[in-house]
């Protein structure tokens, strides 16, 4: 009882932070969210989008194709309110809100369901189970990161939730002998008709949940895993094919790393000033060492390492953030700075100590694999965008890392420490909230 009442507060508060002022704050519509007005207007008149399209799997959106859920669930909210800062904006909100509850039953289901990634009798960190999923779900509800995106006409907070409740049911599939084990799917095959990146990330994903959790997944009932494969079906290859050959592939030909015109320009002059070093006249001649170390297949492997690094530096998470301020505010990071120490414990105290492998894999290979899609991106290594899928999992570690750091402090200093660190992580959110609303809607 006593957490239903402060998991409702956990929610108004995330209405608070994504509803209030959504009109005026960020100030103006940008292009992208006119472009989800008018489609999802386009829709709701003509059952076509603006380029005569009957219903289709990937939008024709000016001079790139787009992701359909995001838009078809803009259409509700268009019909009642206009193409307007409300009508777009408002699934943004609602996908965000949901998706605070979604993380609460998510790490429920992880801490205290049949694969608990708590509980450990062999552990000698002992967890409350009940109040890690409240920790975690006001993190995410106060999260820079969640709230930037609930606010606009982004894509990511409908990810997001549709992410935590395939795997919430994924969990509780594996509970219920498969009884969800088709919702899950469902959840999960819809990520890719949100946004991009999943295209990437939820088959790898799924593949490697299924590798991970195969011999409890084969124990579950014949007919349910029948269900959610003909599920998975029926959702996934309109997608697949709509990709390859209705114009979905074509975003990602734009932003690549492997498309980009910069690429010939930076090998050839590497090669040249390879030649001024050597001695050589600036000829088309070059030696096979400068071709064996500057090649498109270097260029495009230093990008991709820089890109998945630099997404889990210092500079990303607590000091710039995406410089791009649509998605972040100046000078501050996607995660608070106070959340740096809990962070670094929560990964040090769950992957050393913690003693279920698979429970340690499955979290490793959401972080590892969400940074991917975007690494292989142009600018992929600080796009807080297309990152967005490893903002869960790191707010687990950090939920962790606060109950387990607690518990491995010694008793004299723990009730101190704790205090000391609400108290910063409140002055964090303060300053983060006074320039959100006050400076940044005129930046």
């Known amino acids: 009882m006593k957490n239903r009442v402060i998991l409702t507060l956990i929610i108004l508060l995330s209405i608070f932070l994504r509803l209030w002022k959504i009109t005026e704050v960020p100030v103006s519509l940008f292009g992208d969210e006119l472009d989800v007005g008018y489609q999802a207007y386009s829709i709701l008149k003509t059952g076509r989008?603006?380029?005569?399209?009957?219903?289709?799997?990937?939008?024709?959106?000016?001079?790139?194709?787009?992701?359909?859920?995001?838009?078809?669930?803009?259409?509700?909210?268009?019909?009642?309110?206009?193409?307007?800062?409300?009508?777009?904006?408002l699934p943004a909100a609602f996908f965000g809100i949901l998706g605070v509850w979604a993380m609460y039953l998510m790490v429920s289901e992880m801490v205290n369901g049949q694969w608990s990634m708590i509980r450990n009798k062999k552990n000698?960190?002992?967890?409350?189970?009940?109040?890690?999923?409240?920790?975690?779900?006001?993190?995410?509800?106060?999260?820079?990161?969640?709230?930037?995106?609930?606010?606009?006409?982004?894509?990511?907070?409908?990810?997001?939730?549709?992410?935590l409740f395939g795997i919430y049911f994924f969990f509780r599939s594996l509970k219920d002998n498969g009884k969800y084990l088709w919702l899950s799917?469902?959840?999960?095959?819809?990520?890719?008709?949100?946004?991009s990146s999943a295209k990437l990330f939820t088959p790898l994903f799924m593949?490697?949940?299924l590798m991970i959790f195969w011999k409890e997944i084969l124990s579950l009932r014949r007919k349910e895993i029948?269900?959610?494969?003909l599920m998975g079906l029926v959702l996934g290859v309109p997608l697949i094919y709509s990709t390859i050959f209705g114009g979905g592939s074509q975003r990602f030909g734009y932003i690549s790393v492997f498309t980009d015109p910069t690429m010939e320009g930076d090998v050839?002059?590497?090669?040249l000033n390879d030649a001024s070093v050597e001695g050589v006249d600036r000829t088309i001649v070059q030696k096979i060492s400068s071709r064996v170390v500057h090649n498109k297949y270097t260029f495009w492997g230093n990008k991709v390492a820089d890109n998945y690094f630099s997404a889990f530096s210092t500079n990303f998470l607590f000091n710039m953030g995406d410089l791009n301020r649509r998605h972040n505010i100046?000078?501050?990071?996607?995660?608070?700075?106070?959340?740096?120490?809990?962070?670094l414990l929560g990964i040090i105290l769950f992957f050393a100590f913690y003693k279920n492998t698979k429970a340690k894999l499955f979290l490793l290979l959401w972080i590892l694999l969400g940074v991917f899609p975007s690494s292989i991106t142009r600018d992929g290594g600080n796009h807080a965008t297309r990152l967005i899928l490893i903002l869960p999992p790191l707010i687990f570690l950090i939920s962790y890392g606060i109950f387990a750091g607690y518990e491995v402090?010694?008793?004299?200093?723990?009730?101190?420490?704790?205090?000391?660190?609400?108290?910063?992580?409140?002055?964090c959110f303060y300053l983060y909230s006074h320039n959100y609303w006050i400076h940044n809607p005129w930046k």
């Open 49 to 89: 989008d603006y380029n005569g399209n009957f219903m289709p799997l990937h939008f024709h959106s000016q001079a790139e194709w787009r992701t359909p859920l995001y838009l078809y669930s803009a259409v509700p909210t268009v019909a009642v309110f206009g193409i307007s800062p409300l009508g777009v904006r």
């Open 330 to 343: 100046e000078g501050m990071g996607e995660f608070y700075k106070a959340d740096a120490i809990p962070l």
């Open 124 to 163: 000698n960190l002992i967890i409350n189970n009940q109040s890690l999923p409240i920790v975690a779900s006001f993190l995410l509800a106060i999260s820079p990161w969640h709230i930037q995106y609930s606010r606009a006409a982004f894509e990511v907070t409908e990810l997001l939730a549709f992410l």
């Open 268 to 271: 050839g002059f590497a090669r």
């Open 226 to 229: 029948v269900k959610a494969v």
């Open 185 to 195: 799917v469902i959840f999960f095959v819809l990520t890719p008709w949100v946004y």
């Open 207 to 209: 593949l490697f949940i």
């Open 409 to 427: 402090l010694p008793k004299s200093y723990r009730k101190i420490l704790f205090t000391a660190y609400c108290l910063l992580l409140s002055t």
